[in-house]
């Protein structure tokens, strides 16, 4: 059964750093690229990045981009979201999906429950 | 970036009714790259059709997509009470991916 299971979610202030985890089981890890989608409260899905089978390729929503760096650790089956100079319109659910294959441009087929990311002083 | 524009917002009907979902494009792709997921509250969302027209697995044939170019639409036949949701429609054929703002289906 495909798990995903992410992580490290919480309240942080303007300006902080966050470090999401996305634990995924149940399939070969290293043969599906991965994304990050965010959702903020009663609003709709944004994605906000995405990154290949090997690790080799990434990208990035405008919103994220030179502030968020996506990751992935196909040895612990493990997608990370370092998030750093985070706002007060970064809060938002933070889900994990899988991408039906491995080089992007695919659907996602499998999404994690979420983490809530909260920027607030 | 492609601008994905979903109508109605909210859409109220009854259990047993036809449902239509439009999904319009600010630019013309190809069908292969477009899917829909439904969200229910507190959870997360969940493919329902890829490439267009293609049912995921496990989705009753009830849900229908058709539609090609810059105009895409999600058809349930007859709603069930479980189909009540929120509904997204996305295309995954040019980065950034991008997702239309939803729409609400509720129960009239």
């Known amino acids: 059964e495909v798990q995903l299971l992410e992580s490290g979610g919480g309240l942080v202030q303007p300006g902080g750093s966050l470090r999401l985890s996305c634990a995924t089981s149940g399939f070969t890890f290293s043969r599906y690229a991965m994304n990050w989608v965010r959702q903020a409260p009663g609003k709709g899905l944004e994605w906000v990045s995405g990154?290949?089978?090997?690790?080799?390729?990434?990208s990035y929503a405008d919103s994220v981009k030179g502030r968020f760096t996506i990751s992935r650790d196909n040895s612990k089956y493990t997608l990370y979201l370092q998030m750093n100079s985070l706002r007060a319109e970064d809060t938002a659910v933070y889900y994990c999906?899988?991408?039906?294959?491995?080089?992007?441009?695919?659907?996602?087929?499998?999404w994690g429950q979420g983490t809530l990311v909260t920027v607030s002083s | 970036e492609i601008v994905l524009t979903q109508s109605p917002g909210t859409l109220s009907l009854s259990p047993g009714e036809r449902a239509t979902l439009s999904c319009r494009a600010s630019?013309?792709?190809?069908?292969?790259?477009l899917a829909w997921y439904q969200q229910k509250p507190g959870q997360a969302p969940r493919l329902l059709i890829y490439?267009?027209?293609s049912r995921a697995t496990g989705i009753p044939d009830r849900f229908s997509g058709s539609g090609s170019g810059t105009d895409f639409t999600l058809t349930i036949s007859r709603l069930e009470p479980e189909d009540f949701a929120v509904y997204y429609c996305?295309?995954?054929?040019?980065?950034?991916?991008?997702f239309g703002l939803g729409t609400k289906l509720e129960i009239k």
């Open positions: 996305q295309q995954y054929g040019s980065s950034p991916y991008t």
């Open positions: 490439g267009a027209s």
């Open positions: 990154i290949s089978g090997s690790g080799g390729s990434t």
């Open positions: 999906a899988r991408e039906i294959g491995p080089v992007g441009y695919d659907y996602f087929d499998y």
């Open positions: 630019q013309s792709f190809s069908s292969t790259y």
